[in-house]
Nanobody, 116 residues
Framework: QVRVVESGGGLVQAGGSLRLSCAAS????????MDWYRQAPGKQRELVAF???????NYGASVKGRFTISRDSAKNTAYLQMNSLEPEDTAVYYC??????????WGQGTQVTVSS
């Protein structure tokens, strides 16, 4: 079983920064992709960013240039550095881990609130 735990959310003013962490633990064969999704009230869950085992990254259009995803493979941990935050970034942020065999594991989410 794989456990995924996010941390680092909170309340920040517009223009501020937060750094989210996602730690995977348990019986992990290997991690292919770690990604971040977010879901705002009344909206569908959307992909924010992903990073592959090879270090390739991609970002959603709304966060490109402001957010940076990184990964510490030795710790099975991914990070999401969020700069220039906007009220529209307010959402619950979820981490998803894709392991070998294309098994998916989700964290419980962490709330990010950006005040104007």
């Amino acid at each position: 079983q794989v456990r995924v735990v996010e941390s680092g959310g909170g309340l920040v003013q517009a223009g501020g920064s937060l750094r989210l962490s996602c730690a995977a633990s348990g019986s992990i064969p290997s991690i292919n992709v770690m990604d971040w999704y977010r879901q705002a009230p009344g909206k569908q869950r959307e992909l924010v960013a992903f990073i592959t085992s090879g270090g390739n990254t991609n970002y959603g259009a709304s966060v490109k240039g402001r957010f940076t995803i990184s990964r510490d493979s030795a710790k099975n941990t991914a990070y999401l550095q969020m700069n220039s935050l906007e009220p529209e970034d307010t959402a619950v942020y979820y981490c998803r881990v894709v392991t070998a065999g294309t098994r998916l594991y989700w964290g419980q989410g962490t709330q990010v609130t950006v005040s104007s």
